[in-house]
């Protein structure tokens, strides 16, 4: 790896691999800030000085700002760096590096990284008549989402008017700009800009440290740009919400009719259960419902369609909302029921199981019973446990293929076969496991406690009506009528005002679901 040693109190020496080396020899094919190539021109042909390096200017001597040092170095750039104390902070930086005051670093390059908080933007007030034309590149952060009414790319630009600013580079860690070649962190730099020449500079420069650039467009998307490092999983926050209060509503109802009725009824405690066996109760529901819920949101929007008449009207914002977040939810379900398998297998292992198991072995010794098969059972059990067992495969199935890896060696009617065609499947299965599981238990009238139907019974309502859903969607006269809407037919009233498809909810045919 390439390296560049900073250690110890005083200015460390550069110390360079034969690939940095290899770097720095051929600078002259470097990125310049004027988005030429620093090299030899038509003009100077034969001529054997060697150019000078291309110079960038960093404002600040935090963190960030040592370590894009150090990547611009490698890629054979020369650093200016700015900041308050020179003296005390050059101690941190190579010696090759020009530690100086703002107004010094500011002078000697055209394009100046702002590593600085936006607190400390009125320092540059003073330096506005230096910085006239040159491109500032703001990599700040702020702490909280939408801390401030304006983001701090465009408050810079109101405040440096006659300067261009960019907004990059602030979602790539300090530990990512050091490395060379980062395998544990993104490398993609989302980028924008209202000039088009500056964004492309930046861009280019961006390439040449390795990084992917992402062209965001105007400044506008800056506050988008500086929300995306400080929100956590932000696609995920709806299917999240919506698993715990799943969650919490299953446990609560099978702790009422399984913990509760017994108690107070025959005032027998079975709170031991609560750790393992109401967990496991509560797992496979939940599982169940979310994956109803993936293809319900499929099923909906063709319902939208069909009313309408036409695929050009936009879907109302919480449809298309739950149709981006059909991956999230599809990969939960599976995440839920692969942990349902784990705690079923540890079921055998609870000594309250095998005390169970005692007692009924006693039961039966004292009842003179020699043989205690049940077919009927023997028979339930098993196909309850192989189509569990389905069921869960088929989910892994379309969890490996939502891995970008393998997404991207898929056609769109391989992946829409899998995420659709087996996804249904899958649904059919489970809830084929399901009711297996009931059994007869939804026809027993001790089953329903507290006058509550059994868990199972409110558990598979929803995916049965999805699939009862899918039957609809298939007879002929309905599948016709949908295939002609997708294919582009517009029997709208509203044709006149029609709209084209906007987000990716709507790019994509809405029952081909996408747990990717």
């Known amino acids: 790896m390439d390296s560049i040693?900073?250690?110890?109190?005083?200015?460390?020496?550069?110390?360079?691999?034969?690939?940095?080396?290899?770097?720095?020899?051929?600078?002259?094919?470097?990125?310049?800030?004027?988005?030429?190539?620093?090299?030899?021109?038509?003009?100077?042909?034969?001529?054997?000085?060697?150019?000078?390096?291309?110079?960038?200017?960093?404002?600040?001597?935090?963190?960030?700002?040592?370590?894009?040092?150090?990547?611009?170095?490698?890629?054979?750039?020369?650093?200016?760096?700015?900041?308050?104390?020179?003296?005390?902070?050059?101690?941190?930086?190579?010696?090759?590096?020009?530690?100086?005051?703002?107004?010094?670093?500011?002078?000697?390059?055209?394009?100046?990284?702002?590593?600085?908080?936006?607190?400390?933007?009125?320092?540059?007030?003073?330096?506005?008549?230096?910085?006239?034309?040159?491109?500032?590149?703001?990599?700040?952060?702020?702490?909280?989402?939408?801390?401030?009414?304006?983001?701090?790319?465009?408050?810079?630009?109101?405040?440096?008017?006659?300067?261009?600013?960019?907004?990059?580079?602030?979602?790539?860690?300090?530990?990512?700009?050091?490395?060379?070649?980062?395998?544990?962190?993104?490398?993609?730099?989302?980028?924008?800009?209202?000039?088009?020449?500056?964004?492309?500079?930046?861009?280019?420069?961006?390439?040449?440290?390795?990084?992917?650039?992402?062209?965001?467009?105007?400044?506008?998307?800056?506050?988008?740009?500086?929300?995306?490092?400080?929100?956590?999983?932000?696609?995920?926050?709806?299917?999240?919400?919506?698993?715990?209060?799943?969650?919490?509503?299953?446990?609560?109802?099978?702790?009422?009719?399984?913990?509760?009725?017994?108690?107070?009824?025959?005032?027998?405690?079975?709170?031991?259960?609560?750790?393992?066996?109401?967990?496991?109760?509560?797992?496979?529901?939940?599982?169940?419902?979310?994956?109803?819920?993936?293809?319900?949101?499929?099923?909906?929007?063709?319902?939208?369609?069909?009313?309408?008449?036409t695929k050009y009207r936009h879907f109302p914002h919480w449809l298309e909302g739950w149709l981006q977040s059909r991956k999230q939810l599809g990969l939960l379900s599976f995440f839920l029921a692969a942990v349902h398998v784990l705690y079923s297998l540890c079921l055998p292992m609870r000594r309250s199981e095998r005390y169970l198991l005692l007692n009924t072995a006693y039961q039966q010794v004292h009842a003179n019973v020699e043989n205690a098969w049940n077919e009927e059972e023997v028979w339930r059990v098993e196909m309850y446990v192989s189509f569990g067992i389905m069921s869960l495969g088929l989910l892994s199935l379309l969890a490996i293929t939502s891995i970008p890896s393998v997404n991207s060696t898929l056609n769109w009617r391989e992946f829409s076969f899998i995420q659709s065609t087996l996804g249904y499947i899958a649904l059919l299965i489970a809830t084929f496991h399901g009711l297996l599981f009931g059994w007869k238990r939804a026809f027993e009238e001790e089953a329903y406690r507290f006058y509550l139907p059994p868990s199972f019974v409110v558990a598979l309502a929803l995916p049965v009506c999805v699939i009862l859903g899918k039957v609809l969607m298939l007879l002929p006269c309905v599948a016709r009528k949908l295939h002609q809407i997708r294919r582009g037919l517009d029997s709208s009233q509203y044709r006149c005002q029609r709209l084209e498809p906007v987000g990716s909810a709507v790019q994509v045919s809405p029952e081909r679901v996408t747990i990717m």
């Open 5 to 309: 040693s900073m250690m110890g109190s005083s200015r460390s020496p550069v110390f360079l691999t034969a690939s940095s080396s290899h770097h720095l020899h051929h600078a002259h094919t470097c990125f310049l800030p004027n988005g030429m190539k620093n090299g030899h021109g038509a003009g100077d042909a034969g001529t054997t000085c060697p150019p000078a390096q291309p110079t960038v200017a960093i404002l600040g001597s935090g963190d960030f700002s040592k370590c894009l040092t150090i990547r611009l170095l490698r890629c054979g750039f020369h650093v200016v760096v700015g900041s308050r104390h020179p003296k005390l902070a050059a101690q941190s930086f190579p010696h090759v590096v020009d530690v100086t005051h703002h107004e010094d670093a500011v002078g000697k390059a055209s394009i100046v990284f702002l590593a600085i908080r936006r607190e400390h933007y009125p320092v540059l007030w003073d330096l506005k008549h230096l910085l006239e034309g040159k491109i500032l590149v703001d990599v700040s952060n702020n702490r909280r989402v939408n801390q401030y009414p304006e983001s701090n790319a465009e408050y810079l630009a109101s405040l440096l008017p006659d300067s261009i600013v960019v907004k990059g580079f602030n979602v790539i860690s300090a530990w990512a700009m050091q490395q060379s070649c980062p395998k544990d962190a993104s490398t993609q730099v989302f980028i924008c800009s209202d000039s088009v020449e500056a964004r492309q500079q930046i861009m280019e420069l961006a390439r040449h440290l390795n990084f992917q650039p992402v062209d965001m467009g105007t400044l506008s998307s800056s506050r988008d740009i500086e929300n995306m490092p400080i929100q956590l999983f932000p696609g995920w926050k709806g299917p999240v919400l919506a698993a715990v209060a799943l969650s919490i509503f299953f446990f609560a109802y099978s702790f009422v009719r399984d913990i509760i009725h017994p108690y107070v009824k025959y005032k027998q405690s079975d709170f031991y259960k609560i750790p393992i066996e109401m967990v496991n109760r509560t797992l496979p529901t939940v599982a169940i419902t979310l994956l109803a819920l993936v293809y319900l949101a499929g099923q909906l929007a063709a319902a939208h369609q069909l009313y309408y008449g």
